[in-house]
């Protein structure tokens, strides 16, 4: 297995007959405190722009490409203009653009004029030093809720995509895929993780063999599981990193790719061990370290907390909160996240604790029995739902027979935790942000029951 693959405990954990050892260690996890080499986004872009003028910084899907030199004028040139227009410290510029060089050039400008972009998809509009000023304000993808401005500072991502892992490696030479939604935070990790280390980004066009192409030409994809899934590692032999978050990946897609490439996790911040100047913390409902092998609630702390969410208070009051655990000043996230730090301080992700429902008085964790159901040898993909009283299992490809898929569920799950309804498919609808599309799935059975009835 590859040194930096980041394991995926098997899911089917989340059944009550597995139990991981406990001792009194409280589940507080820190990661090594590093030096940050720039404070702004901008700053080690033209570093990279300084150092390496001539090498290609970007490539549009019709082959157009810039070096860092001309992505360094025109930037510079827009930022100004921006600048000349009113914007400035602390402006939210609304970025409406196409995938396209223009786009990142506009990216950069608005960060150079002291703004922070707001990356928008299709009509979807929902400090005090430099440092501290906001880079981008991500709408959160409302797969969980109402979609949600979350918003970054300079601070955070630099820790996070200047130094390694999170940098995956790039550096001048290294080409990078830009494939995922400009409006997805993840797109942020593609385009800045590159240019902010030297490398060349590829953006993709609309079409599946646009997809293709790009994946075929790049060293470094990220994407999410559902993406990956679709794709087989024997056909790109040319990727050297593959990166996956978002959402869970299920062991057997895991060991697939790393078996090729070296393969990060990276659910959030909640996966392996935190990265450098990040914490990562396992608490109970009154806030306290559960001891090391419980389960409780996954926070997050460190230069990676966000600012917080856009004009809701109420909602950074219960998610934000003082880090009592840090010596340095700073908040804690909670992330939604159920885990348990093992003995060593690694995580074991538990599925998210939105996922938890109740079924005939039992909870059930819905991430426990998806996770069961792509363990029935030839599911693809898969996902569960509780809809009304029933719950839903949804799979991938559909010659697999029900119950096939019954039975290996019920290996590892308790018997209240067995769907008793399934749906196969052919594809599993994805969100624009390369998410299992839980609304679409949840609309094919009220579409089939009103036809039914």
């Keep these: 297995m590859d040194p930096n693959f980041c394991p995926i405990p098997d899911t089917s954990s989340h059944s009550a007959s597995v139990h991981w050892p406990t001792c009194q260690e409280p589940s507080l996890s820190f990661g090594p405190e590093e030096p940050i080499p720039y404070r702004c986004i901008q700053n080690a872009f033209c570093a990279q722009?300084?150092?390496?003028?001539?090498?290609?910084?970007?490539v549009d899907h019709y082959g157009q490409s810039l070096t860092y030199k001309q992505l360094d004028v025109l930037s510079l040139h827009l930022a100004l203009h921006l600048r000349g227009q009113g914007v400035t410290n602390g402006s939210r510029v609304c970025l409406l653009i196409e995938r396209s060089n223009a786009y990142i050039i506009a990216i950069l400008a608005v960060l150079r004029a002291g703004a922070a972009y707001i990356p928008l998809d299709g009509g979807v509009i929902p400090g005090s030093s430099l440092t501290q000023i906001t880079a981008y304000l991500s709408l959160s993808s409302g797969t969980t809720g109402q979609p949600k401005g979350v918003i970054i500072k300079h601070l955070g991502l630099t820790n996070l995509l200047c130094l390694y892992p999170g940098n995956l490696g790039v550096k001048p030479g290294v080409h990078v895929a830009q494939l995922l939604n400009v409006a997805f935070d993840m797109c942020a990790w593609e385009i800045l993780a590159c240019l902010m280390n030297g490398g060349t980004l590829h953006l993709r066009g609309p079409h599946r063999a646009d997809w293709i192409s790009v994946m075929k030409t790049v060293d470094v994809v990220i994407c999410t599981p559902s993406i990956l899934q679709q794709h087989r590692p024997q056909d790109f032999p040319n990727l050297k990193v593959v990166a996956t978050g978002g959402e869970p990946i299920s062991q057997a897609l895991a060991d697939q790719w790393a078996a090729q490439a070296t393969y990060f996790n990276?659910?959030?911040?909640?996966i392996g061990t935190p990265t450098p100047n990040s914490s990562v913390y396992v608490l109970d409902d009154d806030l306290m370290p559960v001891t090391?092998?419980?389960?409780?609630?996954?926070?997050?702390?460190?230069?990676?907390?966000?600012?917080g969410y856009l004009k809701r208070p109420s909602l950074n009051e219960i998610k934000f909160k003082p880090d009592p655990f840090s010596h340095k000043e700073g908040l804690m996230f909670n992330t939604g996240d159920l885990g348990i730090m093992k003995e060593d301080g690694s995580l074991v992700h538990m599925g998210r604790s939105d996922d938890q429902v109740k079924v005939k008085g039992f909870r059930v964790e819905l991430d426990g029995v998806s996770a069961a159901i792509r363990a029935c040898p030839g599911v693809v993909s898969a996902c569960a739902l509780l809809i009304k009283q029933d719950i839903?299992?949804?799979?991938?490809?559909?010659?697999?027979?029900?119950?096939?898929?019954?039975?290996?569920?019920?290996?590892?799950?308790?018997?209240?935790?067995?769907?008793?309804?399934?749906?196969?498919?052919?594809?599993?609808?994805?969100?624009?942000?390369?998410?299992?599309?839980k609304r679409f799935l949840r609309d094919i059975v009220d579409s089939r029951t009103k036809y039914d009835s």
């Design 392 to 437: 839903w299992a949804f799979y991938t490809p559909p010659h697999i027979a029900i119950e096939d898929v019954r039975i290996a569920i019920a290996r590892t799950q308790p018997y209240y935790a067995v769907p008793t309804q399934y749906k196969a498919l052919s594809s599993i609808p994805l969100t624009s942000n390369g998410k299992v599309d």
């Design 49 to 58: 722009a300084a150092a390496n003028p001539e090498h290609t910084a970007v």
């Design 292 to 307: 090391r092998g419980r389960r409780g609630t996954m926070w997050a702390g460190g230069l990676g907390v966000c600012q």
């Design 266 to 270: 990276c659910c959030g911040p909640t």
